[in-house]
């Protein structure tokens, strides 16, 4: 496949945009990991907890481990720092007293909901004045990025 110059010009233009993006990124999340003090990979647990305490939903110890693509042991030692630091509570299933579900704390909630919002406000502005047609089109490109293979 042929490229253009032109092309080329404006793909280093999105990488650019890309970096900087990843860098204020890096910078929010390294912000947030110091105000709840947890590491990157606990934080990351701890979003995802959030996402699924704010949809309703249950989250389990295998969830993480599947999500996050660590080991069972690895899950438990994350858990165990995240229950320490009073992030979370270990809740036996209703159903099944051999499992448990996790929930996050009120503390954590609340200042995952600052965070969370933040960010969706600041991805709110940004969209504000474009057409919805740019917007699915950054949508269908962010897809296809983050997408396993390409083409």
């Known amino acids: 496949m ?3 110059a032109g092309h080329e010009e404006l793909a280093e233009r999105v ?16 912000g947030a990991c110091e105000t709840l003090k947890v590491g990157v990979r606990d934080f990351a647990a701890l979003r995802l907890l ?11 110890p295998k969830d993480i481990s ?17 229950e320490k630091g009073g992030h979370l509570h270990r809740v036996p299933h209703p159903a099944d007293r051999r ?3 996790i929930e996050l704390s009120d503390n954590t909630v609340r200042s995952l909901s600052a965070t969370v919002d933040e960010e969706s ?17 950054i949508i269908e490109f962010l897809d ?3 997408a396993p293979s390409i083409g």
């Open 2 to 4: 042929m490229v253009d």
């Open 15 to 30: 990488s650019r945009s890309l970096q900087a993006l990843t860098i204020a990124e890096d910078a929010a999340r390294a």
């Open 50 to 60: 959030f996402r699924a305490h704010r949809d309703g939903a249950a989250m389990f």
């Open 66 to 82: 599947q999500r996050l693509a660590i080991s069972s042991a690895s899950t438990t030692a994350l858990l165990d720092r995240l």
């Open 99 to 101: 499992r448990v579900f």
């Open 121 to 137: 406000s600041r991805v709110s502005r940004a969209i504000a004045d474009l057409p919805a047609t740019t917007a699915e089109g």
């Open 144 to 146: 296809r990025l983050h």
